[in-house]
């Protein structure tokens, strides 16, 4: 899956990669509201495992917004 600023050609942008685990964590974190704990717990990792993917992931996501850069979701190792 790839997210872009409209009008402009994928090709023509830089890319970020953002991993599956990064939106895991980013989507029970942010979206569902669970605690770091809580999201490790269901994921079958660390806190601090999370803590990493949840930093990283939003970097990404920030970048990608405000730099325009194409956000890639990487769905390799998804089932």
Known sequence: MVM??????????QKIVLEIDELEALHLCDGEGLSQ?????????SR?????LVTCGRNKLISA???????????????
């Open 37 to 45: 704990a809580a999201a490790g717990e269901r994921m079958g990792i």
């Open 48 to 52: 601090g495992t999370v803590q990493r």
């Open 4 to 13: 872009k600023p409209a009008g402009v050609p994928t090709k023509e942008l």
């Open 65 to 79: 917004l405000v730099d325009g850069k194409a956000l890639v979701v990487n769905q390799q190792g998804a089932p």
